[in-house]
C-alpha cells in the first residue's frame, strides 16, 4: 500500500498501521518533538491541547519550524533541503486535514510514556540536546519520545 501522504513510498515501519511511510513518519516524529520543545514553554497542559491551540495553519507551522531550525532566516532554509522541506508541507498538510487520526498517533505514541506509563506533559518531559539533535525524553524512566535533528543549539 502507497503511503497515505505522499502516495510514493510504500507504507511500513512504526505508522504503516495508519497507511504511513517510514519518511512521512519520519518527518511527523520532527513535527512532534519540535512541538513537544515548544510545548515545554507554553501554558498547554499536553500535546493535544498544544495541537490544538497552535497549529492552525500549514505556512504557519512550516515556517515557524524551519525558522527555529535553520535561524530566521527561511528561505535558505528552504535551499537547504528542498525536498524535506515540501515532504514536511505534505506532511502538515495532511495532519491538518486527517485531525483523528493525527489524535490517534498522538495517543499511541506521544501521551504517555510507553515505557513507564507516564503522562507526558511539560514537567514530565526532558528536552535535550545531543550531537545536532534535539531529544524529548521522559524524565523518569529517560525513554525517547521523539526526536528532531537541529543544526542549531537549543
Not at 491541547?49 to 515557524?64: G, P, R, T
Not at 531550525?69 to 486527517?98: C, H, P, T
Not at 513507564?116 to 506533559?121: K, R, S, Y
Request: proline share 3%; glycine share 6%.
Amino acid at each position: 500500500m502507497k503511503c497515505v501522504i505522499c502516495g510514493e513510498e510504500e507504507a511500513d515501519g512504526k505508522y504503516e498501521e495508519f497507511g504511513i511511510c517510514p519518511i512521512c513518519g519520519d518527518i511527523i516524529d520532527d513535527v512532534i518533538a519540535f512541538c513537544f520543545k515548544e510545548l515545554e514553554k507554553s501554558d498547554a497542559v499536553n500535546l493535544s491541547d498544544y495541537f490544538n491551540k497552535k497549529i492552525s495553519h500549514i505556512n504557519e507551522l512550516a515556517s515557524w519550524m524551519w525558522g527555529w531550525i535553520m535561524g530566521e532566516d527561511v528561505e535558505a532554509a528552504k535551499g537547504a533541503d528542498e525536498r524535506y522541506f515540501k515532504r514536511l508541507e505534505l506532511v502538515v498538510r495532511w495532519m491538518q486535514s486527517n485531525p483523528d487520526v493525527l489524535e490517534k498517533i498522538c495517543d499511541k505514541y506521544f501521551c504517555k510514556c510507553e515505557c513507564c506509563g507516564m503522562d507526558l506533559t511539560p514537567v514530565t518531559i526532558e528536552i535535550k540536546e545531543e550531537y545536532g539533535w534535539f531529544k524529548v525524553m521522559c524524565k523518569k524512566c529517560r525513554k525517547l519520545i521523539a526526536k528532531c535533528f537541529s543544526p542549531k543549539e537549543i
